[in-house]
């Protein structure tokens, strides 16, 4: 444990427990305690300061807002690793025949070339409206295309309205509206205890404080939901209700509604990420559908047509749209129309379904696979995942098992990156089964997890 040499002074207008905080900064920053390391328990440091348990505790939850440290559930306080890079970031990467990368949730590869110069033909075949799309348009983009992709959204049992939705450059720019318009730093938000790291990465650049919520089969226990809501007045709720990032987990009927009420009862808004919603064929009405009053939409079209586009949505209640409306604007003033454009071609002409019938077929076959190699093993997916949660064996550490599959060329993403600060790491691991570039890359993969898997650590048949 380390020790924290510091000095307080009674004298000073600056509290007694932004001091300490102030002194955990400062040795962060001058090497004096790296990362890593595990701070004094509150007792402890209150005894060697002279102060009382309240203000380290003060003192530890300044630390955490700044992101110096991190309090793990049953186990102290640690500092954070502040150059940590996003790992978890989309990297373009030259991958050796005998190499799988399980680590990004990406679409299935194939052609979409001659999709892409049909419709941007049919585009410029009216130079009127091409000239139009190259001026200044309003924030939430041009109302023809909204109306367009809102009627396609709604054929697919979302009902989202032209008259609500605005358009932005993907999903996670929609969430980082949601954080700038309804947020501020300092609030609280609650995610699912295994949250997609994107959005902990915004609100950590936001500053905003994130805490999960216990998930079961069905994803958020309503139980702890309205406890966590008791204990810390969250601004919102982030969910991903249909085959949730990184568990899988489709919440059913029964579940949405009772967390719908929860969130009623307790005066938190529910932002709904809603990105895998389209790729099932079929799944429980989305949270907008059950109270738009209730909830905040995001989706887009990265995951069921092209990322490449960077289209994706945003809805709110209407009382929030002139909040939205200004917070759009100070992003970028507005959404490529050109983009828009290309998207509700490729919708009019059924690019778009023809699309994600493909992705649908191809996700299918992974997934058929992953049952033949992994199913005698504790995984958690969906028909049309694009990935697998995978509970390790009792005798397969977290950290070896990462580490043995990269041995063999096989990368897959940790709980950990998944994990909010402060809650518990689960010994379990995400295959992005859409990442392999080919099957016969995907079955190599699978192959070497499944043999690993079936052997404790000494005993497996792989040289370590």
Same mark, same amino acid.
Not at 15 to 35: H, K, M
């Given at each position: 444990?380390?020790?924290?040499?510091?000095?307080?002074?009674?004298?000073?207008?600056?509290?007694?427990?932004?001091?300490?905080?102030?002194?955990?900064?400062?040795?962060?920053?001058?090497?004096?305690?790296?990362?890593?390391?595990?701070?004094?328990?509150?007792?402890?440091?209150?005894?060697?300061?002279?102060?009382?348990?309240?203000?380290?505790?003060?003192?530890?939850?300044?630390?955490?807002?700044?992101?110096?440290?991190?309090?793990?559930?049953?186990?102290?306080?640690?500092?954070?690793?502040?150059?940590?890079?996003?790992?978890?970031?989309?990297?373009?990467?030259?991958?050796?025949?005998?190499?799988?990368?399980?680590?990004?949730?990406?679409?299935?590869?194939?052609?979409?070339?001659?999709?892409?110069?049909?419709?941007?033909?049919?585009?410029?075949?009216?130079?009127?409206?091409?000239?139009?799309?190259?001026?200044?348009?309003?924030?939430?983009?041009?109302?023809?295309?909204? #109306?367009?992709?809102?009627?396609?959204?709604?054929?697919?049992?979302?009902?989202?309205?032209?008259?609500?939705?605005?358009?932005?450059?993907?999903?996670?720019?929609?969430?980082?509206?949601?954080?700038?318009?309804?947020?501020?730093?300092?609030?609280?938000?609650?995610?699912?205890?295994?949250?997609?790291?994107?959005?902990?990465?915004?609100?950590?650049?936001?500053?905003?404080?994130?805490?999960?919520?216990?998930?079961?089969?069905?994803?958020?226990?309503?139980?702890?939901?309205?406890?966590?809501?008791?204990?810390?007045?969250?601004?919102?709720?982030?969910?991903?209700?249909? #085959?949730?990032?990184?568990?899988?987990?489709?919440?059913?009927?029964?579940?949405?509604?009772?967390?719908?009420?929860?969130?009623?009862?307790?005066?938190?808004?529910?932002?709904?990420?809603?990105?895998?919603?389209?790729?099932?064929?079929?799944?429980?009405?989305?949270?907008?559908?059950?109270?738009?009053?209730?909830?905040?939409?995001?989706?887009?079209?990265?995951?069921?047509?092209?990322?490449?586009?960077?289209?994706?949505?945003?809805?709110?209640?209407? #009382?929030?749209?002139?909040?939205?409306?200004?917070?759009?604007?100070?992003?970028?003033?507005?959404?490529?129309?050109?983009?828009?454009?290309?998207?509700?071609?490729?919708?009019?002409?059924?690019?778009?379904?023809?699309?994600?019938?493909?992705?649908?077929?191809?996700?299918?076959?992974?997934?058929?696979?992953?049952?033949?190699?992994?199913?005698?093993?504790?995984?958690?997916?969906?028909?049309?995942?694009?990935?697998?949660?995978?509970?390790?064996?009792?005798?397969?550490?977290?950290?070896?098992?990462?580490?043995?599959?990269?041995?063999?060329?096989?990368?897959?993403?940790?709980?950990?990156?998944?994990?909010?600060?402060?809650?518990?790491?689960?010994?379990?691991?995400?295959?992005?089964?859409?990442?392999?570039?080919?099957?016969?890359?995907?079955?190599?993969?699978?192959?070497?997890?499944?043999?690993?898997?079936?052997?404790?650590?000494?005993?497996?048949?792989?040289?370590?």
């Amino acid at each position: 444990m380390t020790i924290l040499n510091m000095t307080l002074s009674s004298e000073s207008k600056t509290p007694l427990y932004r001091q300490i905080a102030d002194n955990i900064a400062a040795a962060i920053e001058q090497g004096d305690i790296s990362t890593g390391s595990k701070l004094p328990t509150h007792r402890a440091l209150a005894d060697q300061l002279q102060v009382t348990v309240g203000t380290v505790t003060r003192a530890y939850a300044e630390a955490e807002r700044r992101h110096l440290v991190e309090a793990r559930i049953g186990a102290g306080t640690y500092v954070c690793d502040s150059r940590q890079s996003n790992s978890w970031v989309y990297q373009i990467e030259e991958v050796a025949p005998n190499e799988c990368n399980f680590g990004y949730n990406i679409p299935p590869r194939f052609d979409r070339s001659d999709m892409l110069s049909q419709a941007m033909a049919n585009i410029s075949a009216n130079p009127a409206e091409l000239n139009e799309m190259m001026l200044y348009q309003p924030p939430e983009g041009i109302e023809k295309h909204r #109306q367009i992709v809102c009627q396609w959204l709604n054929q697919q049992g979302i009902a989202v309205s032209p008259e609500l939705m605005y358009f932005t450059s993907g999903a996670q720019h929609a969430a980082e509206l949601l954080l700038s318009t309804f947020c501020r730093a300092g609030d609280t938000v609650l995610v699912e205890h295994a949250c997609y790291p994107g959005f902990l990465t915004l609100a950590k650049q936001h500053g905003i404080t994130v805490k999960g919520v216990e998930m079961d089969e069905s994803g958020v226990c309503p139980k702890a939901l309205a406890s966590a809501c008791q204990l810390y007045q969250p601004r919102l709720i982030y969910l991903t209700p249909t #085959q949730q990032n990184p568990t899988s987990i489709t919440m059913p009927l029964s579940r949405r509604e009772a967390v719908i009420n929860v969130c009623k009862q307790h005066n938190v808004l529910i932002a709904e990420d809603d990105i895998n919603g389209l790729l099932p064929l079929s799944s429980p009405p989305p949270l907008i559908n059950l109270d738009p009053e209730q909830v905040i939409h995001i989706g887009g079209l990265s995951k069921c047509l092209a990322p490449g586009l960077r289209l994706g949505y945003i809805q709110a209640p209407k #009382q929030w749209q002139p909040h939205l409306s200004a917070a759009l604007y100070n992003h970028s003033l507005m959404i490529s129309p050109l983009l828009s454009a290309i998207a509700c071609e490729l919708i009019t002409q059924g690019q778009a379904d023809r699309v994600l019938d493909t992705i649908r077929n191809e996700i299918e076959q992974g997934q058929n696979l992953v049952q033949h190699y992994l199913g005698e093993f504790a995984i958690t997916t969906q028909k049309h995942s694009f990935h697998v949660w995978l509970r390790l064996p009792d005798y397969w550490r977290l950290t070896d098992f990462i580490t043995a599959a990269e041995q063999h060329n096989v990368i897959v993403k940790s709980a950990e990156h998944f994990t909010p600060p402060g809650g518990t790491i689960v010994p379990a691991v995400r295959l992005a089964i859409s990442s392999p570039a080919s099957q016969q890359t995907l079955i190599f993969g699978l192959e070497i997890l499944a043999d690993l898997l079936r052997q404790p650590p000494m005993t497996s048949p792989f040289p370590l």
